[in-house]
């Protein structure tokens, strides 16, 4: 089946920038999501590409897309401590156009 | 905005014991699913449903049903709760279509969460 896998941790300082891995191995995925998740929240979207895009920039967050590696990562420039949260990806595969894998998620910790 | 409501943020529940989890969105969302998240597991899907009284499984089923009688309410159900069902259980409800429809940036959007914990 399809499986999503990020590093677990990453801790980085204040005004630096953040690097968020995730590799997939479903070729078909369509749409490939970062969410970000806040203590006792749930997830909230914070940006996507599609699959026949390299890069997305919004604001301090910049998407990569390497599909030949299937490697996405999330740049999160000038991080700063409210940016401290859990990050997962997902992808949104072909078959059915509900359905979204995530990833394991990567704790970001933001330190002065 | 999109509102998705989870019936509890905590639960403390018994072992054997029949727990429901309620969640309600207020969007007219066909798609609804329920997921539990542990550390290092991500978020992994136990059902979601399409369509009012349609549900399918997800990755991991056993243990658990759902029931969709009305298009914005989605219930989970632990018929008999075990201890290795203490986990963070997340609703969520999207306006997708069958494949094809709506292929557009439409996601999933999560309620807050509901903590339930099994002694």
């Known amino acids: 089946g399809e499986d999503v896998e990020q590093s677990l941790f990453l801790s980085v300082r204040e005004g630096d920038s953040s690097v968020i891995n995730c590799t997939y191995t479903d070729s078909s995925s369509t749409y490939l999501y970062w969410y970000k998740q806040e203590p006792g929240a749930g997830l909230q979207l914070l940006t996507y590409i599609f699959s026949n895009m390299d890069m997305k920039q919004d604001q301090r967050l910049t998407v990569l897309l390497n599909k030949k590696d299937k490697h996405l990562s999330l740049r999160i420039a000038d991080t700063q401590t409210g940016d401290s949260a859990i990050y997962f990806c997902a992808e949104r595969y072909g078959g059915t156009a509900s359905k979204l894998t995530f990833g394991t998620g990567t704790r970001l910790q933001v330190t002065l | 905005d999109v509102k998705v409501t989870q019936s509890s943020r905590y639960l403390v529940k018994r072992t054997g014991e029949k727990v429901f989890l309620e969640c309600v969105q207020d969007?007219?969302?066909?798609?609804m699913f329920w997921y539990r998240q542990d550390p290092g597991l991500g978020l992994r899907l136990i059902y979601f449903?399409?369509?009012?009284?349609?549900?399918e499984k997800g990755d991991i089923p056993e243990g658990y049903s759902v029931s969709r009688e009305k298009k914005e309410r989605f219930s989970l159900i632990l018929e008999s709760a075990s201890t290795n069902q203490t986990s963070m259980y997340l609703c969520?409800?999207?306006?997708?279509?069958?494949?094809?429809?709506?292929?557009?940036?439409?996601?999933?959007?999560f309620g807050p969460g509901t903590r339930l914990t099994v002694l």
């Open positions: 969007m007219d969302h066909e798609n």
């Open positions: 449903s399409y369509d009012v009284k349609m549900k």
């Open positions: 969520a409800s999207s306006p997708w279509g069958l494949a094809g429809e709506k292929a557009s940036t439409d996601t999933q959007y």
